[in-house]
């Protein structure tokens, strides 16, 4: 059974360039994103996944190669994403 | 009616009894106080103030008085009053004009909900503001009362209130707060200027408040939008530095800044990043006023050149990942 991440709550967005804020209805957090972790989190809002398909369609957004240091910026992401209680971990 | 137009005598008389209606930009204040130096305070500071029909709305009833206890005579104490509750601790009567302003700025902070309020000062001229967020000791409030004492419009030196709806900053022109060196700084740099005699030892040092400029407490019900938001920083020595910064980096220090932001929730998100996408964002080092001056007349004759409105590009460093801010 694969683990699937989800958002915890609706998300307002603005962006200004590459420079992205995004404030969570549910926490009333704020939070101040790169281009990656925006799109690694609106494409959570569009649809929950598990790590692999996350990184690979955050990859493909940016342009970016899928290798272990992308798996591994996404991985922290999300661990820091979770700890705020933005993201959460459910089974599939 | 305005303060100046009532006789010492009125104005002892509303003071010390019925309240006397103070209007401060949208809100009306009732003040009762039996202490003479607030009595003088009032007279001296606010003398080109809105005297509001006594019938009328009081958004708070507040007061500065004498407790009735053994501090009525040994160390004389003043305490101030919220609806005839006390929010603070009593303070020494050298202090009861600072302390009535303190008290004013806690209830416009703790109750009017109806705008996003920042620390900060806020001052306008030609139909823009200027909106500079910093924590006490950041020396806004010296360059707030600098640039009012060079013809910008008071707003307010500690309370930057903005509109939800229109985006708009509303006035507030009460006097500035300015304490320890800043006293001199400005009694040097304007002597027109009306300052108190500071209040000594207060928990924020040595306090004076200066009387805000007559234009600006007759524009007070005015409102402006923003146009600039610089964060100001007091430096010693330093070179002037003007360093732009990012709309989102921006947003979360406003966020963090705010009295109420969390309180206003997606309205506050909505508010601020509507502001710092609509205005250019700086952090301002300075060390003299002169310098800072000048460089608010740049920002101001830039907004009036053809490529008015445009950010400059921002010396940004790249975001991080996540940066989490505003208030839990």
């Given at each position: 059974m694969t683990a699937r991440w989800h958002i915890c709550g609706p998300l307002q967005w603005r962006n200004w360039?590459?420079?992205?804020?995004?404030?969570?209805?549910?926490?009333?957090?704020?939070?101040?994103?790169?281009?990656?972790?925006?799109?690694?989190?609106?494409?959570?809002?569009?649809?929950?996944?598990?790590?692999?398909?996350?990184?690979?369609?955050?990859?493909?957004?940016?342009?970016?190669?899928?290798?272990?240091?992308?798996?591994?910026?996404?991985?922290?992401?999300?661990?820091?994403?979770?700890?705020?209680?933005?993201?959460?971990?459910?089974?599939? | 009616m305005i303060v100046a137009d009532l006789s010492p005598r009125e104005l002892g008389h509303w003071l010390k009894g019925p309240g006397l209606g103070l209007r401060t930009g949208p809100f009306v204040a009732r003040i009762n106080t039996d202490i003479a130096a607030v009595v003088e305070g009032v007279r001296s500071l606010y003398a080109d103030h809105e005297v509001a029909d006594p019938c009328a709305f009081a958004d708070w009833n507040v007061a500065m008085v004498r407790p009735w206890d053994a501090r009525r005579w040994y160390r004389p104490q003043a305490l101030f009053l919220f609806d005839g509750w006390s929010p603070f601790k009593p303070l020494p009567m050298s202090q009861a004009l600072p302390g009535l302003e303190w008290g004013l700025n806690w209830a416009v902070a703790s109750h009017a909900h109806q705008y996003l309020m920042l620390h900060?000062?806020?001052?306008?001229?030609?139909?823009?503001?200027?909106?500079?967020?910093?924590?006490?000791?950041?020396?806004?409030?010296?360059?707030?009362a600098a640039l009012v004492q060079r013809g910008w419009r008071l707003l307010s030196d500690e309370l930057a209130m903005i509109e939800p709806a229109s985006g708009r900053l509303v006035g507030l022109s009460r006097p500035v707060s300015l304490k320890n060196q800043s006293i001199e700084v400005i009694r040097r740099f304007a002597p027109q200027a009306f300052l108190t005699e500071p209040a000594r030892d207060t928990a924020k040092g040595d306090v004076s408040l200066m009387k805000p400029p007559v234009a600006s407490v007759r524009q007070a019900r005015e409102t402006v939008p923003p146009a600039w938001v610089v964060a100001p920083r007091f430096q010693a020595g330093a070179a002037l530095d003007l360093e732009p910064r990012s709309p989102a980096e921006m947003l979360i220090?406003?966020?963090?800044?705010?009295?109420?932001?969390?309180?206003?929730?997606?309205?506050?998100?909505?508010?601020?990043?509507?502001?710092?996408?609509?205005?250019?964002?700086?952090?301002?080092?300075?060390?003299?006023?002169?310098?800072?001056?000048?460089?608010?007349?740049?920002?101001?004759?830039?907004?009036?050149?053809?490529?008015?409105?445009?950010?400059?590009?921002?010396?940004?460093?790249?975001?991080?990942?996540?940066?989490?801010?505003?208030?839990?």
């Open positions: 360039g590459e420079d992205w804020a995004v404030y969570c209805d549910a926490s009333g957090d704020t939070m101040r994103l790169n281009e990656l972790a925006a799109a690694a989190l609106q494409h959570l809002q569009n649809q929950p996944s598990d790590v692999a398909a996350l990184c690979a369609a955050s990859a493909a957004a940016l342009g970016v190669r899928d290798d272990g240091a992308h798996r591994l910026a996404i991985g922290g992401f999300l661990q820091r994403l979770a700890e705020i209680g933005l993201v959460e971990c459910r089974p599939a | 900060a000062a806020a001052v306008a001229r030609g139909g823009r503001a200027a909106i500079m967020p910093g924590a006490s000791g950041s020396g806004k409030s010296t360059l707030c220090d406003l966020g963090f800044n705010a009295f109420n932001y969390s309180i206003l929730g997606e309205v506050g998100f909505r508010v601020l990043a509507d502001l710092v996408g609509r205005c250019p964002c700086y952090r301002m080092t300075y060390g003299s006023l002169d310098a800072a001056l000048e460089a608010f007349e740049e920002l101001e004759s830039q907004a009036e050149r053809p490529t008015q409105g445009a950010a400059p590009e921002a010396r940004q460093k790249p975001a991080p990942a996540l940066a989490v801010g505003g208030q839990p």
